[in-house]
């Protein structure tokens, strides 16, 4: 699961995904993928900045109806983030226009 990450990196995605279970949320960290959820926790800007820190994420998949335009588009900037999902987004159209143009392909679903 770790051999391509430095052990800084691993450490590190270690300690966000030790805060992201503690949040309520929950990742998969294998092989094959690397995905990370807080789907089912509205979580606030400090908290979900967290996430950039992230090395090698594929995937994730947020409610984001308490995070900011600016952290969002932190997050969809994240190297290699190939996905971001949010759900009950407090976004206007513009504005899902303008994060799908920082990086990650987003979605947007509803609960």
Do not use: Y
Not at 8 to 33: K, P, Q, T
Not at 65 to 76: D, F, H, M
Request: one cysteine or more.
């Amino acid at each position: 699961m770790t051999n391509h990450l430095s052990p800084a990196s691993a450490e590190m995605n270690e300690r966000i995904l030790a805060r992201v279970e503690a949040l309520g949320g929950g990742f998969v960290w294998d092989a094959e993928v690397f995905a990370v959820t807080l789907m089912d926790v509205a979580i606030i800007d400090t908290e979900a900045k967290a996430l950039v820190g992230l090395v090698g994420v594929q995937q994730i998949a947020m409610d984001c109806s308490k995070t900011s335009l600016a952290t969002l588009c932190e997050i969809a900037a994240i190297p290699g983030l190939q996905s971001l999902v949010l759900c009950n987004p407090t976004l206007e159209e513009d504005e899902v226009k303008l994060l799908s143009a920082v990086g990650a392909e987003v979605e947007v679903v509803e609960e």
